[in-house]
């Protein structure tokens, strides 16, 4: 499986096409937010640590979801300070008072030991190199029986969304887009459970997410989609040129089309785990 750099620059590059494709504050209504937030198990009084949060989820939805504890709080922290800006404005668009950000990498945790009760990572520890050490490090910031919870990509043959936008890329400018394999460096069921497991978490547990996300046609989950993968290759694109390529996405798209929506196959893997002395 190819490596995919997990430097400042590289994503401080995409994080541009997040930044165009913000538009709402409010915390995602998916499938896969919503069960980091139901995995964690949030107490009244419980300090969260978000790792790898990009441009605030889960962050946001779990800053949403303690509003109603008044000790409750979560530190989101990201490689890159552009997507924690990203995040940053929309908890403040919100007035969520409970959430700070730190930029920081997950191999190198700028916090005590014992510091934190829960550490969720949605869709980031596939990336980094040394992926045991990222996990040694979330077990030492946690408190003795602190919980973790990652959320990675499943199987690329599982996630078709991933091939077909790649496809639409290349029938419109006539050029290769690679896959970027390395999303799915943790798509082996077990492959998660084993890292935390050497890492020392005990109690792991592993299972499989699925859903399908229902997207209308014309929806602007396509282009953002394009916009966040391949930011440098669209920022010139005009209104007709985009339009010519969103109507080669949806065709491309087509096999998962049902009316007037798409029926998008999604899955990853979640691992749950507590902290050992």
Known sequence: MEEEPNT??????????????????????DVFS??????????PSD?????????GEPSISIANSIQKYKKASIIATDLTI???EIAKKRADLLEFSNINFTVSQMEALPF?????????????????????????????????EGVAAYLCWGKLEANPAFELFAEAMRKYFKRDFPLRLVRHSLGEP????TIMRNANFGSVDERIVNYERVVKVNDPYFKHSISRTWPAAVESLDDEEWGDLLK???EVFSKY??????????SANLAIGSATL
């Open 8 to 29: 400042v620059n590289h994503w401080k590059t995409r994080s541009s096409g997040w930044t165009q494709t913000i538009s709402d504050a409010q915390p995602l209504d």
């Open 34 to 43: 919503k069960t980091l937030v139901d995995a964690l198990e949030i107490l």
């Open 47 to 55: 300090r969260i640590l978000d790792l790898a949060a990009g441009t």
């Open 82 to 84: 552009e997507m924690l």
């Open 112 to 144: 005590r030991s014992n510091s934190f009760d829960k550490a969720v990572c949605r869709m980031g520890l596939m990336f980094p190199a040394d992926k045991i050490a990222c996990a040694r490090e979330a077990q030492r910031v946690l408190k003795i």
């Open 190 to 193: 077990g492959a998660l459970a």
């Open 248 to 250: 080669y996405t949806q």
């Open 257 to 266: 089309r049902s009316g007037d929506k798409f029926l998008v196959p999604n």
